[in-house]
């Protein structure tokens, strides 16, 4: 019986692997490590988008934004924002177009813009978020 | 002889009455009490004349010590409005000079309007002398403008109420957003993000290492990153039931050891940050230290230290990571066995990779 155990035992580590989570991987990732972007001076903007991450000073108040850019240059957006520690959303609509500085937004200085595949990252002075292309069902 | 018989009878018409009352008195000496009985009336209570009279003292001793009172509280309003209805006067004064000038800078602003308009029209007779009469070009007529009059007394408006103080807003992408910045250096609540939180522990056995894992935590705290006193507070919770290590077999043993029927939670009480290793840097938000707290799992409950490194990401969330070894002993928790071969050793090592979010302070 003994000699028994002794072979399982002998026998088991090679049919159970070790799942030991190194150091470095004890965090949760983000979906975003593996996005590379890049500049683009006249991206296509229209469609559906939602944020998923936002960094910045921006970040402090600011839980997620989704806009809706109409090809006819007209746009509508709303952000859940924590205000005075309560969650509130917030709507606004305007115009928008693309310029060689970015996306402007209802005339204002222009926000620099990056892609990837199905995402826009856009970098104001307060913060910067990424936008994923979404489809509205 | 009837003298005598008279004599006879009186003597015993006197003896017969004492005779009767000795014998009346013998007969009757052991049959009769006397009872000395309280007053009636005054076995039925106090004197309601006097408790009138005593409840009527006291009542006019009420009514005094309430005028008294009163009196005090009308002479301290009559003082507060005194005192109220002086600022208003010293304010209204103030809003009337400031009145005043303005009026007066309307009046000279007037006057020199006035002058400068008669001064053109000086020039333009001038210059129309000097190159004659010149031809009417057909022109549409003009509205005549009234000759200008004394001014009118300026009418003051009447002086609204301040607009209340809207906080400043900072715009991102056209939305406002409050001020709200993230404070490093200074006291502030914390709440994690599970969906950015896990717990784990590393543990060696005979056969293999392996890692128990969960993100199904909560909790918040309260820090100041910057005070050296490290006067934090809060608690962290893990569900134990949400513990994973891969082996479904292995994950219900450790749901049996750590009896989570009684005692479903793990939780870590914090109660102190003692800065060290490479301390705090406030410019790059960085703090590292022992965090000292109690741990409880499986209802024992036990003092700890936990070496802890902090900062701040991108998203401004604060990031804590951090590692203790324990012993499954020191809990109460049976370590376990398999034949007595295969075995699991008592000390593992528990680790958190947590992010927390700083809550936005309601602001008045």
Known sequence: MRALAIGLALLLPACIASNVVAVEQREVGSALDGLAFRPVAAPQLDGFYESVDIRGDAAVSLRRIYYVFDARGTYTAAALAEVDGVLQFQTLGGTWSVGPGGLVLDGQEPVPCEEAPEHVRLVAPSGAVVLRKGRLQ | ?364
């Open chain 2, 1 to 364: 002889m009837v003298a005598k018989l008279l004599r006879g009878l009186g003597v015993l018409f006197v003896l017969l009455p004492l005779l009767a009352a000795v014998a009346g008195f013998l007969v009757l000496k052991d049959r009769v009490t006397i009872v000395i009985a309280a007053d009636q009336q005054a076995a039925n209570g106090p004197d309601p004349v006097a408790l009138l009279r005593d409840e009527l003292r006291s009542l006019q001793a009420e009514v005094g010590a309430m005028q008294q009172a009163m009196t005090t509280n009308f002479e301290r309003l009559a003082e507060a409005l005194e005192n109220r209805a002086e600022l208003r006067h010293a304010d209204v004064q103030a809003l009337r000079s400031e009145l005043a000038a303005l009026a007066r800078q309307c009046q000279q602003q007037g006057s020199d309007a006035v002058a400068r308009h008669a001064e053109l029209v000086a020039r333009t007779a001038t210059a129309a002398a000097a190159t004659g009469p010149v031809p009417e070009a057909p022109t549409a007529p003009v509205e005549k403008v009234p000759e200008p009059g004394p001014l009118p007394t300026p009418v003051v408006p009447p002086v609204a109420e301040p607009a209340p103080v809207v906080p400043k807003k900072a715009g991102f992408l056209s939305f406002a957003l409050p001020t709200a910045r993230f404070q490093f250096d200074a006291p502030q609540d914390y709440v994690l993000v599970p969906e950015l939180c896990r717990v784990g522990f590393d543990a060696k056995s005979t056969l293999h290492d392996f890692t128990g894992v969960t993100s199904q935590v909560r909790g918040r705290f309260r820090a100041d990153f910057d005070d050296p006193a490290g006067a934090w507070t809060g608690e962290v919770t893990v569900q134990a039931a949400s513990l994973k290590t891969g082996v479904d077999g292995r994950d219900d043993g450790l749901r049996e050891r750590l009896d989570i029927g009684q005692h479903p939670e793990l939780v870590f009480k914090i109660e102190r940050f003692v800065p060290g290793g490479n301390g705090i840097d406030v410019a790059k938000q960085t703090a590292s230290g022992e965090l000292l707290g109690t741990m409880t799992i499986r209802g024992q409950a036990r003092s700890v230290r936990m070496p802890l490194q902090i900062e701040v990401d991108p998203q401004k969330r604060v990031v804590v990571r951090g590692q203790l070894p324990l012993k499954l002993s020191d809990y109460g928790v049976p370590v376990p066995s398999q034949l007595g071969v295969i075995n699991m050793q008592d000390e593992v090592v528990v680790w958190v990779a947590l992010r927390a979010r700083q809550q936005v302070e309601a602001r008045k």
